[in-house]
Each structure stands twice: as structure tokens, then as C-alpha cells.
């Protein structure tokens, strides 16, 4: 198959080409057409979803940019207001035309000749989304669409200062690389005191997510917050028995592989004890990693990366970047993190991340762009709904992309024993990762199952699950005080509830692909185009078994999973 990088914004045929949403007002007669349409045959149907498709598209897309816009800015209060006003004058309106539209389709008669394996998992989203709409909680999860961001704006204005320099907290971490220890010890602290000034703030914010989310799920007719989110995220093919089986698996299989990279560490640097602030440090005399000096750079080395996999992959990026869909660099204002934000009328994502010139950031962008070539794969796909696949193989598509672009490393590392380092370094962080994320997933079932705790025993029940999945080889005497807030540094707690385990179904999927590549890459890379470009359009097994892999978070396959790693850690 000829795959093009050269994605056309969506032609709009039922929307005036110019229109831009500014208000209600205007916007409102295109749900209300929607909603009052005949629909006399089944051609009058597909018509009406491909009509719904494109108001979607657009709407998404408006929404997408405020939120881009002020993520790249927090601190300028416009495009705060612009993105407020939509979440809470617009979308809190379209919520209940979009329930009248899916149950118009539900109730349609030839709704049932549509073609059953095109709409399945797609009409199952809309009868979920029936199931769940109660008009008392539209005000409410408009309040939450708009407090979510506020995490950016706090985390966005965090500083420090280091040899007389200002640093964001991402910058900063560049430090916790060198190989001056009382250095890194000085600068762990800092970040860590820093977070600390905001604590009060930021469980402040997190009690009234946590109350308005029980309210939603209690409207709803649930018992608690968890069990409505699982339905929401559409987790049709695990449950939370899954989770709590990944989190002991994670125990059995992962840790100890994990304390055996702490061990090696720990001899490396020949340190007596090893602390949270060496986990990163090379040996004194070993440069940090520095692979690329600007953002400029960063998209370069990415593009050659990507076309020594696949030159269509390269393309994505350097279309992106003509399009000026990229945001790489750390600054004050920013909000912290990354992501690869999918706009569903222009095609071409956007990615936003903050880069600080370390390793970290070359995974990430090759993480994002993953992402990236994944919205370019589905965009073809004839309604916007067909584009919204799940969350765990849009995850699957992001780290399978780490893995297979470390064959083509030497763009960032043309030094042979930088480039061993650095995937030495990647693929500890592949393993090491698995116990965060369980970690993180372990303590949000116990906050929503549990939503009149108090603050002392959200921090005791945080220091607890943190210390089951901690490495016994990491002295953290005396760190107790940063330690028990260590859950606030963590932005999907706050914007995006309950999405993380999907990182860690994902990584085993991940790893699996990449297992494939080492036997054949073509053929890797063939069955990853063949399943990302499927969209929504299958159950997540379904995709699962697209890209030649099975969907399995069992002990035993993620043990196997494990050998395979170590095996090739130790062949570097």
C-alpha cells in the first residue's frame, strides 16, 4: 500500500467553508438540521452521519487549538478566556444535541443495515454514550474541563533558580545528569521544595475534581467515580480485576529485573548507597548524554531518524513542521509536559512537549511521534467517530515507535559509545516505567473507591502504594516529606483521570512489535501501519491481533515479555 504524508484538510459540504465558531448562536442550526432531518432511506442516513462527521470535525478542532493555545501560553489570560468560554458557553450546549443525534441514530431504522463489521465498535460508543448522559451533569463536567487545566497554570509557573540561573523544572532535571553529586543532590531538593510550596494548592484542586467527578459518576447511577470512568474511557475488554492482575504481575516479574538495574547502577557510579538523585548520573569523567542543543535540531535528527524506518514516517514530521504543528521547547509559562494533539479537519496533529537537550526528550519526541503517525495513518477514514480508536493502541503506537527508531540513533549519537549508553538508558526506562505506572494506576482505584478520604490519608495511602512498588536499592532515608506528594507531579491525576495503566498495556504491546522487528523490521512496521490505520474501526483485541500481537497482560506473557528485554540489554 502507497501511504502519503500529504493529508487534505477535510472538505466541508455541510458547513460554510469560512465559518468559524465564535458563539452559540451560530452554531446551534447545524445541530438543530441534525436533529430535525427526515431520514427516508439508508443513502439518507449515510448522509446524515458523514453531516454529523463534519460538525464534529470542526468543532474539535476549535476546541483543540484554545487548548493548544493556551497550554503553549499560561500565562496570557486572553487564550485562557478563549478556551473557558468554549468549554463552558459551547460544549455544555452541543452535549445535548450530541445525546438527541446519537439516539436519532440508535432509533433509526436503517441504522440496523449499516454494515455490521464497519459500525460496530463505533455504534457500541454511541449506545455507551446514551447510557451515560444525564443532562445534570452537563454544568458539572464543563466546570471540569476548565479546573483540569488549571494543574498547567500552577505546574507552568514553577521555577528554580541554579547557579544564579532561572530554570523551569524540566530544564532543571538536565542537572540531576551531571556528574558533580552534591550538584544533583542540591537540585533534586530544589525541585522537590519547589513542588512543595504549591502542595496546599494543589491538593486543593485535585478535593474539588475528586467531589465534582464522584457527583458525575453518583448522577449517573454508579457507586463511585472508577466504575463510571471505566465505562466512559470504553474499557470493553478488561476490567479492574485486569488492573489489580497487571499490578501484582508488576510485582512478581518487573521489580526484580528492576533491582538489578538500580544494582548496576549503583556499582557503575561506585557508590555505597545509591539515592534518588544518582538515578540518572553517569560515572564522574562520563559526559551526560546531550544529543541535540535547540528545537530546530531536535526536528531535524527526528525527520532523518524516521526516514532511515520509513520515509513516510519522516514526511508526517516535516509536514508538521511546514504546517508549524510543533512547540518543542521548555519555557516559563509553558505548561509542563507533552503531548500529540489530533486535529480532526486539518489531518496533521500537533505536537507540544518541552524539550531541554537530554535524552528524555529525544524519546519523547519520537514518542509523539509515533502518535503523530498515527493520526496521519487514520485520517483517511470516512467519519471522525471511525478516528477516536483507543487509548491503549494509540499508546502501543507511540512507544513502538521508541523501539524501533533506536536501530537509527546514530542521528542523535554519532559517537558508538554514546549511542550504546543511550540505548542502554532506554531500554532501562522501558522497565523501569512499570512500576510508576502501576504505582499511579493502584492509587487512583483506591482515591475513587474510597472519594471522603482525608489528606492524611490520601498521603499515607500514596507513601504506602509508592513504597510496594519502590527498588529496596534506592536509600530514600529522610525524603519522606517530598515523597508523600510525589502523586501532584503527575498530570494525568488531574487532567485525563484513570488514563495511565494504558501506558503499561501498551508497553507490553510495544515490546512485543519490537520483538517482531528484530526478526523481520519490514514486516514489523507493515503490520503496525496495517492496524494504526484501521482507526476505531475494531474492538482493541481486534487491533491487537492487526499488528501481529496478542492482548494479554497475563503473568506469564509479560514475564516472557521481560526475558526478551533483559536478553537484549545484555547483548549491548
Avoid at 524519546?363 to 498515527?374: L, R
Avoid at 475513587?448 to 495511602?461: G, I, M, T
Avoid at 503527575?490 to 517482531?516: C, D, K, R, S, T
Wanted: charged share 25%.
Amino acid at each position: 500500500m502507497n501511504y502519503s504524508a500529504e493529508i487534505q484538510k477535510l472538505q466541508r459540504h455541510f458547513i460554510p467553508r469560512d465559518f468559524i465558531i465564535t458563539d452559540w448562536e451560530s452554531l446551534e442550526p447545524y445541530f438543530k438540521a441534525l436533529e430535525e432531518r427526515s431520514i427516508t432511506t439508508l443513502a439518507d442516513l449515510e448522509q446524515w452521519l458523514k453531516d454529523a462527521s463534519e460538525v464534529e470535525a470542526v468543532v474539535s478542532e476549535d476546541a483543540c487549538w484554545r487548548q493548544i493555545k493556551m497550554t503553549c501560553d499560561t500565562e496570557n489570560k486572553e487564550l485562557e478566556a478563549a478556551f473557558t468560554f468554549f468549554m463552558m458557553e459551547i460544549q455544555p450546549k452541543i452535549q445535548a444535541y450530541s445525546d438527541k443525534c446519537n439516539r436519532k441514530l440508535v432509533d433509526c431504522p436503517f441504522t440496523k443495515q449499516l454494515d455490521p463489521h464497519k459500525y460496530f465498535t463505533y455504534l457500541r460508543n454511541v449506545k455507551k454514550n446514551i447510557d451515560l448522559f444525564r443532562e445534570d451533569n452537563i454544568p458539572i463536567q464543563a466546570e471540569l474541563n476548565v479546573m483540569q487545566q488549571q494543574f498547567g497554570v500552577i505546574a507552568g509557573k514553577m521555577t528554580i533558580q541554579v547557579n544564579g540561573q532561572e530554570y523551569t523544572l524540566q530544564q532543571a532535571a538536565k542537572f540531576l545528569e551531571d556528574p558533580d553529586r552534591s550538584l544533583r543532590e542540591e537540585v533534586y531538593r530544589k525541585i522537590s521544595e519547589r513542588r512543595l510550596q504549591d502542595k496546599e494548592q494543589l491538593n486543593e484542586l485535585f478535593s474539588s475534581l475528586l467531589k465534582k467527578r464522584q457527583q458525575v459518576a453518583v448522577n449517573a447511577g454508579f457507586k463511585n467515580y472508577r466504575d463510571f470512568r471505566f465505562i466512559e474511557l470504553g474499557r470493553f475488554d478488561y476490567s479492574k480485576e485486569d488492573c489489580y492482575q497487571f499490578h501484582e504481575s508488576v510485582k512478581l516479574h518487573v521489580m526484580p529485573l528492576v533491582n538489578q538495574i538500580y544494582e548496576n547502577k549503583k556499582r557503575k557510579l561506585g557508590l555505597e548507597t545509591l539515592r534518588p538523585w544518582d538515578i540518572e548520573a553517569e560515572p564522574p569523567g562520563i559526559q551526560p548524554l546531550r544529543p541535540f542543543k535547540t528545537g530546530e535540531e531536535l526536528t531535524e535528527k527526528t525527520i532523518r531518524c524516521f526516514n532511515e524506518l520509513r520515509p513516510f514516517f519522516g514526511d508526517c514530521l516535516n509536514k508538521m513542521r511546514v504546517m508549524g504543528h510543533l512547540d518543542l521547547e521548555s519555557r516559563k509559562g509553558k505548561a509542563p509536559g507533552g503531548y500529540n494533539c489530533p486535529l480532526a479537519e486539518s489531518g496533521a496533529p500537533f505536537i507540544f512537549m518541552n524539550a531541554a537537550g537530554q535524552l528524555d526528550d529525544v524519546t519523547t519526541m519520537v514518542h509523539e511521534g509515533g502518535h503523530a503517525v498515527h493520526s496521519f495513518l487514520a485520517h483517511d477514514l470516512e467519519l471522525t467517530g471511525f478516528k477516536e480508536y483507543p487509548t491503549e493502541i494509540a499508546e502501543v503506537a507511540s512507544m513502538a515507535m521508541e523501539l524501533f527508531s533506536m536501530d537509527h540513533w546514530q542521528v542523535f549519537f554519532d559517537n558508538k559509545e554514546e549511542l550504546t549508553r543511550a540505548k542502554e538508558q532506554q531500554l532501562e526506562r522501558v522497565i523501569t516505567i512499570f512500576p510508576w505506572i502501576a504505582t499511579i494506576d493502584k492509587f487512583q482505584h483506591w482515591i475513587y473507591e474510597n472519594p471522603n478520604h482525608s489528606l492524611e490519608q490520601r498521603a499515607d495511602k500514596w507513601l504506602l502504594i509508592l513504597e510496594e512498588f519502590s527498588s529496596p536499592v534506592i536509600n530514600v532515608e529522610g525524603l519522606n516529606d517530598y515523597r508523600r506528594f510525589a502523586w501532584q507531579r503527575q498530570l494525568h491525576l488531574y487532567e485525563v483521570p484513570f488514563y495511565y495503566i494504558e501506558y503499561g498495556i501498551a508497553q507490553l504491546g510495544a515490546i512485543g512489535l519490537w520483538h517482531q522487528y528484530k526478526q523481520n523490521p519490514d514486516s514489523a512496521i507493515s503490520n503496525y501501519m496495517n492496524a494504526l490505520g484501521l482507526g476505531g474501526t475494531r474492538t482493541l483485541p481486534e487491533l491487537f491481533k492487526a499488528a501481529g500481537l496478542q492482548f494479554d497482560f497475563s503473568p506469564g506473557h509479560i514475564s516472557q515479555l521481560m526475558l526478551f528485554v533483559k536478553k537484549e540489554m545484555e547483548s549491548l
